[in-house]
């Protein structure tokens, strides 16, 4: 684990050249990543949300397509078309840009429920069919995907499957107006280079798998996620995949913080990101104010902690 820390140090001083007054953002989207899920940034237009995705293709060294999703996108324009070719009298696959390794599927919410969900299998198995034929992704595939706020006009919620899929959701926000005189004068994100390889990525990978969890952690998690089910204006709780999900993130905020255990506290500074947007709140306590992140702080402080 000697070696581990300077790694991930590498690829946040990397991204911090271009996404200024981001630390927290950006500890979270390296959570994901490493642990192996996908992020979901919702937040206003202008705020970094591109810029982070492209800065974090380069700081990897590994490949990177962007979708623009719109209302006229089709599935077809995501995973690609089965071309008959004349010459050889045999179908080719004509490769979409979701063959990869990250994704960015910026304004994802633009497009159809139909063509979001052609997101679906590639998030959860990394890997895709095509006319019967299963086609396998990069181990490495991340997608980040941007979203406007649902109130802009001619955007689609995404269906709580879709939801649940990513990892986490979280902002950026604005920063400060120190910060954002930073950003001014900053180096522009073509001047990023690369400062990790793909086997930088496999340890950091295999690192945080290796963090110890105890027993007790464990029942904390699923705890913390079972009480999602029995809340009062909550239609819909958190699934399994959530408490996994926060399992692993613990894990890798543990690595990044040069410990070789999970405390309550990785558990706890994670949880809001991970489960409020698996929550289906109902319109009357939606009405009344309540949110997903609402609920859950309200759980992390019912749930007991384990000492």
Do not use: W
Request: charged share 20%; with cysteine; glycine share 4%.
């Amino acid at each position: 684990m000697s070696n581990i820390p300077p790694i991930y140090k590498n690829i946040v001083t990397n991204l911090e050249k271009v996404i200024t007054g981001q630390a927290v953002a950006i500890r979270k989207l390296l959570a994901a990543f490493i642990s192996g899920g996908h992020v979901l940034l919702e937040d206003l237009p202008g705020t970094g949300k591109t810029t982070l995705a492209k800065a974090l293709a380069q700081s990897l060294q590994i490949t990177f397509q962007r979708i623009q999703f719109t209302p006229d996108l089709l599935p077809s324009d995501i995973l690609g078309v089965s071309i008959f070719n004349q010459q050889t009298q045999k179908f080719s696959l004509h490769k979409g840009p979701i063959f990869t390794e990250i994704l960015l599927a910026d304004e994802i919410n633009r497009a159809s429920p139909r063509t979001q969900s052609a997101l679906l299998e590639a998030m959860e198995e990394q890997q895709i069919s095509i006319d019967g034929t299963r086609h396998q992704l990069s181990e490495t595939f991340f997608v980040i995907a941007t979203q406007n706020p649902i109130e802009f006009h001619g955007t689609y919620p995404l269906p709580e499957a879709q939801m649940d899929r990513f990892a986490m959701r979280f902002s950026l926000g604005y920063v400060s107006a120190e910060e954002e005189v930073a950003i001014l004068t900053n180096q522009t994100i073509k001047t990023i280079t690369p400062c990790v390889n793909r086997a930088d990525i496999h340890k950091l990978k295999q690192a945080a798998q290796a963090i110890r969890i105890s027993e007790e952690l464990k029942y904390y998690i699923v705890n913390l996620v079972r009480a999602t089910r029995n809340m009062d204006g909550v239609q819909m709780g958190a699934s399994l995949r959530a408490a996994l999900t926060l399992m692993k993130a613990a894990q890798a905020l543990a690595l990044f913080d040069e410990m070789e255990f999970v405390t309550p506290e990785h558990i706890q500074e994670i949880a809001i990101p991970v489960i409020a947007h698996r929550l289906k709140v109902n319109s009357q306590a939606r009405l009344n104010g309540s949110s997903g992140e609402k609920i859950v702080q309200n759980i992390l402080r019912k749930v007991k902690v384990p000492i």
